[in-house]
């Protein structure tokens, strides 16, 4: 069932402590993609993303307060980036990732900056993000470049 006006969504910043459960939910989303690509090395795969996601950039996202998923978003120079978007199996195919791009896209028309994010080829989040407007910019053998231009 799609997110409703009952469903209260927040977000707050990641503590430190949180992290460990927010690569839990990435490696529960992403791993079968990643391993199909270049295969899973625990190790790296930890290690990256604690280096490339530091809580202070790591934003949670609680609907009736349990928390169901977290996003990063950077600020570049000339647009932002999406290095994530994260969402528990339950909370998926709920409407929330389509209420939370929303979000960030109106974030970004009202910095006048467009939106640019990278996605495995083989993930079906590519066709869950086309459909928000999204378009390939650039891709190679492994994942699609894509970003979404301000109105």
């Not at 839990?24 to 690509?37: D, R, W």
């Not at 270049?38 to 790591?58: C, D, I, K, T, V």
């Not at 950077?74 to 709920?94: G, N």
């Amino acid at each position: 069932m799609p997110a409703s006006h009952h469903d209260q969504l927040s977000f707050r910043k990641a503590e430190i402590e949180e992290m460990d459960w927010a690569y839990l939910l990435f490696k529960e989303g992403l791993q079968q993609y990643i391993a199909q690509t270049w295969g899973w090395n625990e190790l790296f795969q930890r290690h990256s993303f604690l280096a490339n996601l530091p809580a202070s950039s790591f934003v949670i996202i609680t609907r009736n307060s349990e928390d169901v998923g977290g996003y990063c978003l950077k600020h570049k120079t000339d647009h932002l980036y999406l290095e994530m978007l994260l969402l528990t199996a339950p909370a998926q195919r709920q409407g929330i990732g389509t209420h939370v791009m929303n979000l960030l896209i109106d974030q970004a028309n009202h910095e006048d900056l467009p939106i640019r994010l990278s996605v495995l080829r083989n993930n079906p989040a590519h066709l869950f993000y086309r459909r928000l407007g999204f378009d390939v910019v650039a891709e190679d053998n492994f994942r699609y470049e894509m970003s979404l231009q301000g109105t």
